[in-house]
């Protein structure tokens, strides 16, 4: 474990100039304000955020667990439009966008624990909930936070309440319900690189009993870069066009039962994600030597020829310049107040979504490396809940929760692996049960404890077929496990609570999400020099190697996934200007997998390499408000050791080990009631590495980047509206999403994450 020493000189050699500049100007601004505010006499108090992180309302700071919650109302002035930039605020928090170049796709890392791939066969290890429901794809994920109450970051497993995929943490988008107020509002924004956005929201009420809201919105943005060989192509390299709408009924016919039904849905197009690709500096055969299915030997400058922008896109194909993605929604929440003491909730859910992407790896005009993707899935979830008192002292929630979810994921009609046909077909059933309780009991006023337990029992039934001679291969897997949790909490007689919690999270073993393995088991089995000793065999021979490879092949799960976690923390009001979280946490995880990609002789194949992860670390959410000045704070280092894989020493992927946010807000009073409030934010991510290993000579570490938005708004005395200036990456920042070293080439993900600046209007009556 690293020393505050350690820390300190971390963050003093890691943040560059303009980091410094902003950490030291935050304590000037501090002292204009206080003096500013000096007479004040009026105390001063903080909104404390109410969260239902244990499913049950709390305050934040009662939550034993280390959770940042962002108000929904506040998001657009913090610069925050979807979850990619939720990831710039967080400590210890990375998120990433990598999915078969689609730029709607979510990869959140927490604490070392994440994914970088999204086909069916694969779970994140950090779980998105929207009003309770699970999504179970990443694709698509990437919502635009219109009109939403809250967000919670939840950091470390959630094995009891959140069980399903959240051994890294869990994220809950919890958007506005329907009430009797009579509300309409409307956000829009113009800014460079074409950003137009807009969106109307809608809460009426129908009667004494039913009210509903609505939420429409549009936003679109322009590329950075052409596809400079297919002239044709409808969308530019990383432009983005989303459609979103949701629609909430609100039926409460007694203070005692109310329902409420949600619809959603979204349409997504674009262009492809930005990337390039580094030939020249792996020097393969294969790619450098020309010893392809193309015959040609390529180099750096086929992927951007002398001239062109790093931005821009050689490839020839059509089919891989545009990638789009749908998905619909459907959700029946219900709750019942029994009586004082106990409450029933029933979450029903049906979601679908489908996509299409995927990546020409060459980034050439040459056919020779070119994988169009597509896919989709189907998933319904339902969840009881019983939560209440037993006791004047005592509190809990219980519940049954299952999920079914069916997808695929589909290449091979227009696509290429060495200029010859490819062929992947992946299909899998996931049905999860689990059955949870947590119970929550005062010992005296100041001091309580908690427990939970948790049973999941999780079976998948899989396919793969990347061979047609050979056929699909099927495996079926089930996987059972208890998770618990202890935690105590402490109210100091200042007001401020600490807390201990030792927790437990889980998640199923996971089949290859690439198996092209399966070609070496067919010449194994056939016990041949080649493949083509098995495409030339007799079908009876075929038969007989058919039959060996299906009974022993590699398109098998891994085992369970387990994580322990120890944390402590310390969170509460210090005084009436100064509140703050602390977390220590040391998070222990076996059998985890690592997706590592590689271009064998016969297809891009993921396989994983199953690790033991320790990840060790700190973080600190602080705000600071006096009077008209406010500024927010957050900060993590962590130490994340993986155990030596026969003399091969693993690392993260994607993970830095220091993250930093600052966010200094002032809101100037002018004359007649009028205000104008001004907002900076700076947001840090250290230097990682796109793929589990930190070896030189394979080039991908990412370096650090920094980000930084401003924020301008005018707001009359009537509130009638607000009308700002903002600017979001403001220095033009420009970052590796990740990287891949596949033997032949490296794949270089870049961000789409360019300097914006614009004018946001918005208005509620």
């Known amino acids: 474990m690293k020393t505050n020493t350690d820390v300190s000189k971390a963050l003093a050699s890691k943040l ?17 304000a206080i003096a500013q505010e000096a007479e004040a006499t009026e105390e001063q108090k903080f909104e404390a955020i109410t969260v239902t992180a244990t499913k049950r309302p709390q305050v934040i700071y009662e939550v034993p667990i280390a959770i940042s919650a962002f108000d929904g109302d506040k998001l657009a002035a913090q610069g925050i439009t979807d979850l990619t930039d939720v990831g710039k605020f967080v400590p210890n928090l990375n998120v990433t966008g990598f999915s078969a170049g689609h730029t709607s796709s979510v990869n959140p890392f927490i604490r070392g624990i994440g994914l970088q791939d999204h086909l069916i066969t694969t779970d994140p290890g950090v779980s998105v909930y929207v009003d309770g429901v699970y999504l179970g794809r990443q694709v698509g994920q990437n919502w635009s936070l219109n009109n939403i109450e809250r967000i919670e970051v939840l950091r470390g497993p959630q094995g009891t309440l959140y069980g399903r995929n959240s051994i890294g943490g869990a994220i809950n988008i919890i958007t506005k319900e329907p009430d009797q107020g009579d509300v309409t509002k409307i956000n829009t924004e113009f800014g460079t690189r074409g950003r137009l956005k807009a969106d109307l929201f809608v809460n009426h009420a129908l009667s004494e009993t039913v009210a509903f809201n609505m939420n429409l919105a549009f936003n679109k943005r322009d590329g950075l870069g052409e596809f400079i060989n297919v002239p044709n192509a409808e969308y530019d390299v990383g432009e983005t066009e989303d459609i979103s709408g949701r629609v909430s009924l609100k039926w409460e016919p007694s203070n005692d039962f109310r329902m409420v039904l949600t619809a959603d849905a979204n349409n997504g197009d674009g262009g492809l994600r930005p990337y390039t690709v580094l030939i020249d500096e792996v020097g393969s055969e294969r790619y450098f030597g020309g010893q392809n299915g193309v015959g040609v030997p390529l180099r750096n400058t086929d992927v951007i020829p002398e001239g062109a922008d790093r931005y821009d896109n050689a490839t020839g194909t059509e089919a891989i310049t545009s990638v789009s993605n749908e998905a619909r929604g459907l959700s029946l929440t219900t709750e019942w107040d029994i009586n004082d003491d106990y409450t029933a909730k029933v979450v029903a859910s049906q979601r679908t979504s489908k996509y299409k ?369 903002y600017g979001r990456n403001i220095f033009d920042e420009r970052y590796d999403n990740a990287r891949l070293y596949t033997g032949d080439y490296i794949l270089q993900v870049l961000s789409n994450d360019a300097s914006e600046f614009g004018v946001r209007f918005s208005t509620e009556f």
């Open 357 to 725: 992407a995927g990546l020409d790896d060459d980034g050439t005009i040459y056919s020779l490396d070119q994988f169009p993707e597509r896919g989709e899935a189907d998933q319904t979830s339902i969840e009881l809940q019983l939560n209440g008192y037993i006791n004047e002292y005592t509190d809990f929630v219980a519940g049954l929760y299952y999920f079914n979810e069916e997808g695929s994921n589909r290449q091979g009609d227009d696509s290429n692996f060495n200029g010859g046909p490819n062929l992947l077909e992946l299909d899998q059933e996931t049905t999860s049960k689990a059955a949870y309780v947590n119970v929550r009991h005062d010992l005296t006023d100041e001091l309580s404890i908690s427990g939970g337990i948790r049973y999941t029992k999780d079976e998948k039934d899989a396919s793969a077929n990347v061979f047609s001679l050979l056929g699909t291969v099927n495996d079926s897997n089930d996987w059972d496990e208890v998770t618990w949790e202890l935690a105590t909490n402490y109210t100091f007689e200042n007001g401020m609570t600490g807390y201990a919690t030792i927790q437990s999270g889980y998640q199923s073993g996971q089949f290859p999400a690439r198996p092209f393995c399966l070609f070496d088991n067919v010449v194994e089995q056939g016990n041949y020099d080649n493949l083509g000793g098995f495409i030339t065999a007799s079908s009876e021979e075929q038969e007989m190697v058919r039959q060996l490879v299906r009974a022993n092949n590699c398109f098998t799960a891994s085992d369970n996934i387990t994580a322990t976690n120890y944390e402590v923390g310390i969170k509460g009001r210090v005084n009436d200007y100064f509140d703050i979280s602390v977390a220590v946490f040391n998070t222990e995880f076996e059998d985890l997998p690592y997706q590592v990609s590689r271009v064998s002789e016969s297809g891009f194949d993921t396989a994983n390499l199953v690790v033991e992860q320790t990840s060790r670390g700190v973080e600190a959410d602080a705000t600071f408000t006096y009077g008209n000045f406010s500024m927010m704070t957050s900060v993590g280092y962590m130490d994340v050791d993986v155990d030596d894989q026969n003399g091969f020493s693993p690392v993260a992927p994607l993970t830095p080990d220091l993250t930093l946010a600052i966010g200094p807000q002032y809101t100037f009073e002018l004359d007649g009631g009028d205000s104008i409030r001004v907002r900076a934010d700076y947001s840090y991510r250290a230097e990682m590495y796109g793929e589990p290993t930190s070896a030189p000579e394979r080039m991908t570490e990412l370096d650090s980047r920094e980000l930084v938005n401003f924020d301008i708004a005018y707001t009359p005395a009537n509130d009638a509206y607000t009308v700002a200036l």
């Open 16 to 32: 560059s100039p303009v980091a410094l500049a902003v950490a030291m100007t935050v304590p000037a601004l501090s002292n204009i």
